[in-house]
T-cell receptor
Framework: GENVEQHPSTLSVQEGDSAVIKCTYS??????FPWYKQELGKRPQLIID?????GEKKDQRIAVTLNKTAKHFSLHITETQPEDSAVYFC????????????FGSGTRLQVQP | DGGITQSPKYLFRKEGQNVTLSCEQN?????MYWYRQDPGQGLRLIYY???????QKGDIAEGYSVSREKKESFPLTVTSAQKNPTAFYLC?????????????FGPGTRLTVL
């Protein structure tokens, strides 16, 4: 089955700096890659996603890049703000079979004011 | 996300006791999922159902059971065979559209074993 690895597990940046979180996946059939933000005790919230036919997607301060050949994708947050502090999860999914998300282990991002 | 409700929000289980977590959705989605989240870890798939009256084991199904008698409902029972059930449980749905892949999550149930 699919295996998703995520790095780093913790990340501390100064307000205004950029943050990058990286994930690798194992199943070449995976074609959908979402990123979730989870605040303490809350449900994961989708912040951005990308399909395998696209190499990059941006939404204001957030961007995701995908390298299908290398099977890795990354989340980029620019101009970080204290409210960006949370745990971020990457995930991967195929359109066939169980169509369930396989999650990375998460990155705790701390933005220092 | 407002279309998925989970109850209760907090649940306490004694050793040897079975408990059932509720998940209801009004999104008219065919597929429903149960995930388990342990502190500092990602979500792991317990069971999933892609259609009424059918469900499949996920990656960590041992000690759990489910039913899918109605499209709107996918309850999860944590049995006494689950030796370490303390975790945050999340129910999710998926509409199945290739044009829109988002999986929606319920608010979660936090289960603690006493």
């Amino acid at each position: 089955g699919e295996n998703v690895e995520q790095h780093p597990s913790t990340l501390s940046v100064q307000e205004g700096d950029s943050a990058v979180i990286k994930c690798t996946y194992s199943d070449s059939a995976s074609n959908y890659f979402p990123w979730y933000k989870q605040e303490l005790g809350k449900r994961p919230q989708l912040i951005i996603d990308i399909r395998s036919n696209v190499g990059e997607k941006k939404d204001q301060r957030i961007a995701v890049t995908l390298n299908k050949t290398a099977k890795h994708f990354s989340l980029h947050i620019t101009e970080t703000q204290p409210e960006d502090s949370a745990v971020y999860f990457c995930a991967a999914k195929t359109d066939t079979g169980r169509r369930a998300l396989t999650f990375g282990s998460g990155t705790r991002l701390q933005v220092q004011p | 996300d407002g279309g998925i409700t989970q109850s209760p929000k907090y649940l306490f289980r004694k050793e040897g006791q079975n408990v059932t977590l509720s998940c209801e959705q009004n999104l008219n989605h065919d597929a429903m999922y149960w995930y388990r989240q342990d502190p500092g870890q990602g979500l792991r798939l317990i069971y999933y159902s892609q259609i009424v009256n059918d469900f499949q084991k996920g990656d960590i199904a041992e000690g759990y059971s489910v039913s899918r008698e109605k499209k709107e409902s996918f309850p999860l029972t944590v049995t006494s065979a689950q030796k370490n059930p303390t975790a945050f449980y999340l129910c999710a749905t998926y509409g199945g559209s290739l044009a829109y892949n988002e999986q929606f999550f319920g608010p979660g149930t936090r289960l603690t074993v006493l």
